[in-house]
């Protein structure tokens, strides 16, 4: 009986957890539709146009609000929950293997392309100190990521491709599990080599916008330009 019950609270547990990470993927599609539809539209406006739509994006995921609870909380709570029900699940049902692609789109966001282009896109540019003196968020437009591509090309399309790829590979076929467990009356099952396709096309025009802002002239005055470029190599990635 006991180890019934200790089964049976850990499948609960388990159902509770895929529960989390369903409910907070949604979270993170706003912010990922809101956060990439710049440089989408990079293809159409240029720099200009995806500058504008990106600090009208940010009074959705950096205001105090904003950022805590509709992306950071959502964030942790997907994150904590997959890795915990890999941890805890019974031999009887066990975890996808770390091999698909889910895992690795996950995986290589989370340990690799997401603390990079965090820390280079918003935390070294807010440090204080000479010779970035805190960029601020007026100042942190797409000409930061026109300057990056510029000074560091080779860099910047390895982690800004990697990212854009494994994210929208990890939330196509994250979509198709909570589609197909969620609305199961309404099954749609798209073949693995489909979902790749889909993946592709969806970063094909976020990564053509990039681009077309790699081939405008960098339209920022050469003293921002140099704490940009300080921002970038106070990562080890942008210095070798």
Do not use: C
Not at 68 to 91: D, W
Not at 149 to 169: D, Q
């Amino acid at each position: 009986m006991s180890a019934k019950g200790d089964g049976s609270k850990l499948r609960h547990t388990v159902a509770v957890l895929t529960n989390v990470a369903h409910i907070s993927a949604p979270f993170l599609s706003v912010f990922l539709i809101v956060h990439l539809s710049a440089p989408v539209l990079a293809n159409v406006g240029g720099s200009s146009l995806s500058s504008n739509v990106m600090l009208l994006g940010r009074e959705y995921y950096q205001t105090g609000f904003g950022e805590r609870y509709l992306l950071f909380m959502p964030l942790a709570a997907h994150v904590a929950s997959s890795i915990t029900k890999r941890i805890i699940s019974p031999r009887s049902a066990p975890p996808r293997k770390i091999t698909s692609t889910l895992s690795l789109a996950a995986y290589s966001t989370l340990l690799i392309f997401l603390p990079i282009h965090f820390y280079t896109h918003r935390v070294y540019p807010a440090t204080p100190s000479p010779p970035i003196f805190e960029v601020g968020p007026s100042e942190l437009d797409y000409e930061f990521i026109k300057t990056g591509l510029a000074r560091f090309p080779w860099r910047s399309w390895i982690l800004y491709g990697g990212l854009v790829a494994s994210v929208m590979l990890h939330a196509v076929e994250g979509a198709q599990i909570i589609q197909a467990s969620r609305f199961a009356s309404r099954k749609f099952r798209m073949h693995p080599r489909t979902r790749k396709i889909v993946a592709g096309a969806a970063v094909v025009p976020i990564l053509a916008g990039l681009w077309t802002l790699s081939k405008e002239p960098l339209m920022v005055f050469a003293s921002l330009a140099e704490r940009y470029e300080a921002a970038f190599t106070r990562s080890w990635i942008y210095r070798f």
